[in-house]
């Protein structure tokens, strides 16, 4: 099992950045897949980024141009580096791995993931 562990996160204004961290030490894996989630009380959760071991991302639209989601060269640590947040924005989020590569759609949906983080808080106010 692979745990994942997040850290970051956080209260921040309206335009301002953030990063999250997770542990997810996917470097002896071939082909895997991450993503970065986030729910809000009462809401489905949500796909925010995605990305795969070819190097390959995907965002949702409304982070598109804000937030950039990577990993460490070791594959080791993802990162999601958001920027211009709103308070849209605020919300509970997760770190995500499945040990596959998943397609372009497929990699925004949370039921194609087996592994989560612990969730990290995001507050933005205006």
Same mark, same amino acid.
């Given at each position: 099992?692979?745990?994942?562990?997040?850290?970051?996160?956080?209260?921040?204004?309206?335009?301002?950045?953030?990063?999250?961290?997770?542990?997810?030490?996917?470097?002896?894996?071939?082909?895997?897949?991450?993503? #970065?989630?986030?729910?809000?009380?009462?809401?489905?959760?949500?796909?925010?980024?995605? &990305?795969?071991?070819?190097?390959?991302?995907?965002?949702?639209? !409304?982070?598109?141009?804000?937030?950039?989601?990577?990993?460490?060269?070791?594959?080791?640590?993802?990162?999601?580096?958001?920027?211009?947040?709103?308070?849209?924005?605020?919300?509970?989020?997760?770190?995500?791995?499945?040990? #596959?590569?998943?397609?372009?759609?497929?990699? &925004?949906?949370?039921?194609?993931?087996?592994? #989560?983080?612990?969730?990290?808080?995001?507050?933005? !106010?205006?």
């Amino acid at each position: 099992q692979v745990p994942l562990v997040q850290s970051g996160g956080g209260s921040v204004q309206a335009g301002g950045s953030l990063r999250l961290s997770c542990e997810a030490p996917t470097h002896t894996y071939e082909d895997y897949s991450m993503g #970065w989630f986030r729910q809000v009380p009462g809401k489905e959760r949500e796909g925010v980024a995605g &990305l795969v071991s070819d190097g390959s991302t995907t965002y949702v639209e !409304s982070v598109k141009g804000r937030f950039t989601i990577s990993q460490d060269n070791a594959k080791n640590n993802l990162y999601l580096q958001m920027n211009n947040l709103t308070p849209e924005d605020t919300a509970m989020y997760y770190c995500a791995a499945a040990p #596959w590569r998943l397609t372009t759609v497929q990699r &925004l949906r949370p039921d194609e993931y087996n592994y #989560w983080g612990q969730g990290t808080q995001v507050t933005v !106010s205006t």
